[in-house]
C-alpha cells in the first residue's frame, strides 16, 4: 500500500435500520478508494438487519458485520 493511500475503517453503528443499511453499503462499495474496511456494529436488531449484514460480509471481504449481545439481568 502506498504509504501515501492511509487505510479508513468505517464504523457503521446499527439498530433495526435494515431499510438504510443496504443503501449505506451499497454507496460505500460505490468508492473508488480501495483502502478500507467497514465494521458494521448491530445492538440486536429484530429486523432484517442481521440478513443484510450477514450477506454483505459474504459477497465483499472488507466488511465485517458483528452482532452485540445483551444479556438480559433480572
Do not use: C
Not at 17 to 40: C, F, I, K
Not at 57 to 67: A, D, S
Request: no cysteine; proline share 8%; hydrophobic share 35%.
Amino acid at each position: 500500500m502506498n504509504p501515501d493511500s492511509p487505510f479508513i475503517s468505517v464504523i457503521i453503528p446499527n439498530y433495526n435500520r435494515g431499510d438504510l443499511l443496504q443503501e449505506t453499503l451499497d454507496s460505500l462499495l460505490q468508492q473508488n478508494y480501495p483502502h478500507w474496511e467497514a465494521l458494521v456494529v448491530d445492538d440486536g436488531s429484530d429486523d432484517n438487519s442481521e440478513q443484510i449484514g450477514e450477506e454483505y460480509q459474504r459477497k465483499e471481504p472488507r466488511i465485517t458485520f458483528l452482532v452485540t449481545i445483551h444479556p438480559l439481568f433480572l
